[in-house]
């Protein structure tokens, strides 16, 4: 019993010292040759063909004109009868090729491989409402391109100027109630809510700015400086900034009597008609008619940076996951999405849209531009950043987009059009956990997203 025992173990033992024909012959399988990924393998090798590839002088430039017409030509046809086939021989070979498959060959994996990619390329793929959820009329909005009279709160009330009345249209109820009404001689010229919602200021068009209490439906106090239509209003926490017809830059403290802290009387030449402070209140970006844009430090009389258009500038957007980016839109004379850099004033890229920008915003989950457009399509377009691809273009409004917002639970896109319509769509999924930092807590109570 136990000499069996041993016999059977050292029987293995035995073979692997007997001769390599006797364990061949013994039916042991032998290994496929390997070779050392430092040493070349001559038996892969085809040594004339190195040969000519270390001594060609074709791929010298200095001796191919060295060289005759004549005997260039017989290289040429030497090369291309000893050797055809043969360019993209490797002069040093450390491994047998791969044999090409036998006829009629298939390969099981490739259906699943297939299979994954199409499942890959489906999810990166997202299902965009070609129409608007919702219409709303707007009856006498007014067809200037210089105005901003559509804007959405934190709080979910959507804000639109009409003729001589602001409108607040409420999307978890549908209501809509008048919250002003300006005296006949007047009419409203922008609109703009404070970061926390709950408070509005519009601008008219004989230069005031009201404050309002939209809670209570009060006005609580009417800021005299401007002496043209305010047709830009910007908040940056307790200060609002207004730009006017007339090319004026004030800077209001509203938690003051003497609310004029620091204005600039000059700041364009032409009418100020778009005005954004970024993230982080510490620049503030001003377009205007005479086709430029001013960055502003605070309380600082001089700009610090002028980028230049071809046309009057309204669309401005300050990236909110890049503090120094800012993008920038030109009038129908310019057409350009413009992305610069704040801190030395660079234009880092320029995109031609073919249209009038009438406005940008930026999504911060998707990493995504939206821009609004004129003629000839009157399109919502969303692009890709930084590829600047266009991802899909939303169509519905039959004359020129005016102004554009988005709601503040980021999946919504508001925008006003001359045809006297608002037009809601839907163009992104809810927020994710990623995105919430660059959103306020009040923007992500879920009882208020649109219904």
């Given at each position: 019993m136990s000499a069996h025992r041993l016999t059977s173990f050292t029987t293995p033992l035995k073979n692997a010292a007997l001769p390599r024909w006797q364990r061949k012959a013994l039916g042991e399988q032998q290994k496929s040759p390997t070779g050392d990924r430092f040493i070349p393998n001559r038996k892969c090798m085809d040594m004339s063909v190195s040969h000519f590839h270390l001594t060609n002088s074709l791929e010298n430039i200095d001796d191919i004109e060295i060289l005759s017409p004549t005997k260039l030509k017989y290289q040429q046809d030497l090369k291309a009868h000893l050797f055809e086939g043969t360019e993209q021989s490797k002069i040093l070979t450390f491994?047998?090729?791969?044999?090409?498959?036998?006829?009629?060959?298939?390969n099981c994996l490739k259906a699943v491989f297939q299979q994954n990619q199409e499942m890959k390329s489906n999810k990166a793929v997202r299902n965009i409402n070609q129409n608007a959820v919702r219409v709303l009329d707007a009856p006498e909005l007014v067809d200037d391109f210089y105005l901003n009279l559509l804007d959405w709160s934190s709080d979910n009330l959507l804000a639109v100027g009409l003729g001589r009345s602001v409108y607040l249209w409420n999307p978890d109820s549908g209501s809509v109630n008048q919250l002003l009404q300006l005296e006949e001689n007047d009419t409203v010229c922008s609109v703009n809510w404070n970061k926390e919602g709950g408070y509005i200021a519009v601008g008219t068009n004989n230069g005031e700015v009201q404050l309002w209490d939209c809670e209570k439906e009060k006005k609580l106090r009417t800021l005299r400086s401007q002496t043209s239509r305010v047709g830009s209003i910007g908040w940056n926490e307790h200060l609002l900034s207004t730009g006017s017809r007339n090319g004026s830059l004030h800077n209001s403290d509203v938690r003051i009597l003497d609310h004029l802290v620091w204005s600039v009387?000059?700041?364009?030449?032409?009418?100020?008609?778009?005005?954004?402070?970024?993230?982080?209140?510490?620049?503030?970006?001003?377009?205007?008619?005479?086709?430029?844009?001013?960055?502003?430090?605070?309380?600082?009389s001089t700009p610090i940076s002028t980028l230049n258009h071809i046309a009057a500038v309204k669309a401005l957007?300050?990236?909110?996951?890049?503090?120094?980016?800012?993008?920038?839109?030109?009038?129908?004379?310019?057409?350009?999405?413009?992305?610069?850099?704040?801190?030395?004033?660079?234009?880092?890229n320029s995109v031609d849209t073919n249209s009038q920008v009438t406005s940008l915003i930026w999504s911060p989950d998707q990493k995504e531009l939206i821009s609004t457009h004129?003629?000839?399509?009157?399109?919502?377009?969303?692009?890709?950043?930084?590829?600047?691809?266009?991802?899909?273009?939303?169509?519905?409004?039959?004359?020129?987009?005016?102004?554009?917002?988005?709601?503040?639970?980021?999946?919504?896109?508001?925008?006003?059009?001359?045809?006297?319509?608002?037009?809601?769509?839907?163009?992104?999924?809810?927020?994710?956990?990623?995105?919430?930092?660059?959103?306020?807590?009040?923007?992500?109570?879920?009882?208020?997203?649109?219904?």
């Open positions: 491994k047998y090729r791969v044999s090409p498959p036998r006829n009629g060959y298939k009387d000059n700041a364009h030449s032409q009418e100020i008609c778009g005005l954004k402070w970024n993230h982080d209140g510490s620049i503030l970006a001003t377009g205007g008619n005479d086709n430029i844009v001013q960055l502003w430090e605070k309380r600082k957007a300050f990236c909110p996951w890049q503090s120094d980016l800012l993008a920038t839109g030109g009038g129908s004379a310019d057409r350009h999405i413009k992305f610069w850099n704040v801190s030395d004033g660079s234009c880092l004129d003629y000839p399509n009157y399109q919502v377009t969303l692009w890709k950043y930084p590829l600047m691809t266009k991802i899909t273009e939303l169509t519905g409004h039959i004359s020129r987009i005016l102004n554009s917002t988005i709601s503040p639970d980021g999946q919504h896109i508001a925008t006003a059009g001359s045809d006297e319509t608002i037009r809601i769509w839907k163009c992104f999924e809810p927020l994710t956990v990623k995105s919430k930092k660059f959103t306020s807590d009040s923007q992500l109570n879920p009882s208020k997203f649109i219904r």
